[in-house]
């Protein structure tokens, strides 16, 4: 069995006068992705310290995991790219073809692991 595990680290703007609107966001998906999908490993959201940007750093066990985690956030991602634009993806590990194709649309960039570990 292929190991389908992979990391999606998101850069995103976040617009001027939204930051409150974007935290609250943020605080929402977390807290679906928390609630409702339990493959998803992690989960995490850092605001540069002046309030203009911002990186998600996301972890999936699986395609499997994504898949259902764009299921449940899919519908919602308008409401967050309208006030923080999308402006980086890079996927590093093994997702599946299906996953590297829907990211692919949005202008990711792939990385495949060579060596180390992580804890």
Known sequence: ???ESFRL????????????????????YTASAEA???ATRGYEW???EDG??????ESYGSSE?????????????????AISP???MIVLGNPS???KEMLAGLGAKFYGPHVGFAW
């Open 65 to 81: 995991a994504f898949l259902l985690y764009f299921e449940n956030v899919g519908p919602k991602l308008g409401a967050m790219l």
């Open 9 to 28: 680290i998101v850069r995103q703007g976040i617009k001027l006068g939204v930051l409150e609107d974007f935290k609250k966001l943020a605080a929402e």
């Open 52 to 57: 203009s940007a911002c990186y998600l750093n």
């Open 36 to 38: 409702n999908e339990p």
């Open 46 to 48: 850092f605001i540069a």
């Open 97 to 99: 073809q299906e996953v």
């Open 86 to 88: 999308l402006e980086e």
């Open 1 to 3: 069995m292929v190991d």
